[in-house]
């Protein structure tokens, strides 16, 4: 039983005016006792809470920071009105800190032997499946002096994607790879390109594009174009390590790398290619594997919706044997990963040659503009300190980009808002140039 603030009043009132005319305790009695036989009788006509019926319904998923509706069914079995209010609990995730109060608290009537239904819309702050923690309603009697209260759990689990909030980039992208696809040909052979088909010579084409075959049966003389093939496989690597779990900006790295493998992903299957997606770091922590055409991204968006970075050193080792056991035949590896000096001098650079010698590798790395900031930083000692620390670390990334350069590798760094389309660019310029 939980008693009102209504019924704390009353008592207030009562002993005090009565307590006046009849002092001692006869005149607390005089008020408490018809106060508590009031309060008893209330309790008595509440609806019971035990009764209840609970049942959801409505959304199982929502992208980050969009709105889900999740509908409540409350039916009253009982004789009596249920006057109430309801508190349907969920992580304090579900919502942003200012709204979880609100939108989580409900007041309702429901007459005897009816139904009402609640709906609770969930705002989410985080990515991840979201469970719904318990009902909890406080019946009122008709004199709202008294409530019962009581609790009933009605699993629900809303799962929270990732926003692909890149995803405003793939129209332009496409276009860039139409025009890839047929509408411009290339006259020099790559390792992606497949013979497409035959034309004029025309003064300034590559003499070795020549088809002296085909010249030799007309009056002409006829080049070869070629077109990047399709069906080409892309294996999306991200590095979930430590390093993925800083902040850049309000976005942590893992963040900003799935959103760019998500433009990704989409853009190659529109291309035909094949995309698989592997999370590692000292362990595989989600793949996708085997997917084609339409079923690809709703694939790699599930993988993506739980996973987490974990706060231990990444295995490149075990990175790259799992790559290599996930990429037998030649394929375009897309790491996603950062350039930290000390992770890459210990553990990138050793292990990228055994990807290199067998794959074509692109490397994606979430920039921090708040480094160029502070390298413009005048005027002050602190700030003259904090451009002597920003030059130092522009150094040392620029030499490690430079090795991993060499070594074959293609290098995307951006802030988090410009990876997706720079990495989505370098992808393009790849399947131009016949590398995939």
Request: hydrophobic letters at 45%; zero cysteines; proline letters at 7%.
């Amino acid at each position: 039983m939980a008693l009102t603030g209504r019924t704390a009043l009353i008592a207030a009132l009562g002993t005090l005016v009565v307590g006046l005319l009849l002092p001692g305790w006869h005149g607390i009695a005089a008020v408490g006792l018809p106060l508590l036989a009031a309060v008893l009788a209330d309790v008595a006509a509440a609806a019971p809470v035990r009764s209840l019926a609970l049942s959801r319904s409505g959304a199982t998923s929502v992208r980050l920071h969009e709105e889900a509706a999740v509908t409540l069914t409350l039916a009253n079995p009982s004789r009596r009105a249920l006057r109430a209010d309801v508190r349907d609990a969920w992580p304090p995730s579900a919502w942003p800190r200012e709204a979880a109060w609100d939108a989580s608290r409900h007041r309702v009537t429901v007459p005897a032997g009816e139904r009402r239904r609640l709906t609770t819309v969930l705002r989410p702050t985080r990515r991840g499946d979201r469970t719904a923690l318990r009902i909890t309603v406080r019946s009122y009697g008709p004199l709202g002096l008294a409530a019962r209260q009581g609790s009933h759990a009605v699993p629900w689990t809303v799962r929270v994607l990732p926003p692909f909030t890149s995803r405003k980039h793939l129209p332009a992208k496409l276009a860039r790879l139409r025009e890839l696809d047929g509408r411009t040909t290339v006259l020099l052979r790559g390792e992606g390109t497949e013979f497409d088909s035959l034309r004029d010579y025309v003064p300034g084409d590559d003499v070795r594009s020549i088809d002296w075959r085909a010249t030799a049966r007309q009056s002409t003389v006829a080049v070869r174009t070629w077109r990047p093939e399709r069906d080409r496989h892309l294996l999306l690597i991200l590095d979930t390590g430590r390093t993925s779990a800083g902040r850049v900006g309000d976005v942590p790295r893992l963040d900003a790398a799935m959103d760019a493998a998500l433009l990704l992903t989409a853009l190659a299957s529109h291309a035909g290619d094949r995309v698989d997606l592997m999370a590692y770091d000292r362990r595989i922590r989600a793949t996708v594997r085997g997917r084609t055409g339409k079923d690809v991204l709703p694939a790699v968006v599930q993988s993506l919706s739980t996973l987490e970075p974990a706060l231990i050193e990444t295995d490149t080792r075990g990175l790259a044997s799992a790559a290599l056991d996930s990429a037998p035949h030649r394929s375009l590896l897309v790491l996603f990963t950062g350039l930290d000096t000390g992770p890459v001098e210990s553990g990138l650079l050793p292990m990228l040659p055994r990807l290199t010698r067998r794959h074509t590798v692109l490397l994606a790395a979430v920039g921090d503009p708040r480094i160029r900031e502070m390298a413009r930083t005048r005027g002050t000692v602190p700030g003259v300190y904090e451009a002597a620390a920003a030059a130092t670390h522009e150094a040392e990334r620029r030499r490690a980009i430079e090795r991993i350069r060499r070594m074959g590798v293609t290098v995307v760094e951006a802030p988090p808002e410009e990876l997706p389309p720079a990495v989505a660019d370098a992808y393009l310029a790849l399947k131009s140039a016949g590398r995939l």
